[in-house]
């Protein structure tokens, strides 16, 4: 699913990522946990396609990251990879149904199928009864959960969280923890999560070590 092999990143002269290589399997959940400053956010950005590498290689499903351009870049990015960040970014004028429908239409799914899929992941997320709220009338926890929904329209082929449960409450995070394995078992889900969560970093899979750049 993933291989990235001695990838390399720095800010001007300072080196983030230091060599860093990983594979995961198909419907793995891998955390990456480490100290502030050790680059698994900036290791997650280059996973996600959202930055560039200074060095090194790196295979998503298949595709040879490297060798595309922008727009194949764009495109493959829309529609094999799904997002989950500590804010859940929702548009404030849409409602749930329709953030969660936004990445469909992007890429250019007809408008009915989009929806019936956003309405059967909003139930996945026990929000059938929210569909038609705007994000101001959500709390915290079903926020998050419309922002997964939403990552998970376009079926990725892997979802890639960054502290996903940082800003709610003890019932909400638990909620969400759960969220991704029972993604796992129903979707074959394949999800790699940077947390400084410990209960969550240790119900993944494998646990991936960062400090200084560098997998430990």
Do not use: C, W
Not at 67 to 92: E, K, M, T
Request: charged share 25%; glycine share 6%; net charge neutral.
């Amino acid at each position: 699913m993933i291989q990235a092999n001695d990838i390399h990143k720095s800010f001007g002269s300072l080196e983030v990522l230091k060599g860093v290589s990983l594979s995961v399997k198909p419907s793995e959940v891998v955390s990456i946990v480490g100290p502030s400053g050790a680059g698994k956010t900036t290791l997650l950005q280059i996973l996600g396609t959202l930055s560039k590498p200074d060095g090194g290689s790196l295979t998503i499903d298949g595709k040879q990251i490297n060798s595309l351009d922008d727009n194949a870049l764009s495109d493959f990015r829309n529609q094999r990879i799904g997002f989950v960040f500590q804010f859940h970014h929702l548009l404030p004028e849409f409602t749930a149904l329709e953030n969660v429908m936004i990445p469909a239409l992007i890429a250019r799914r007809n408008r009915q199928e989009a929806e019936r899929e956003a309405l059967s992941l909003l139930k996945m997320m026990e929000l059938a009864e929210r569909t038609t709220h705007k994000p101001s009338a959500l709390s915290g926890g079903e926020q998050q959960r419309v922002a997964i929904a939403r990552a998970l329209i376009n079926r990725p082929a892997l979802l890639l969280a960054d502290e996903p449960s940082g800003n709610l409450d003890t019932k909400n995070r638990d909620h969400i923890h759960s969220l991704f394995f029972r993604l796992r078992e129903e979707l074959g889900q394949t999800t790699l999560i940077v947390t400084h969560d410990e209960s969550l970093a240790a119900m993944a899979d494998r646990r991936i070590y960062m400090r200084d750049g560098l997998i430990l």
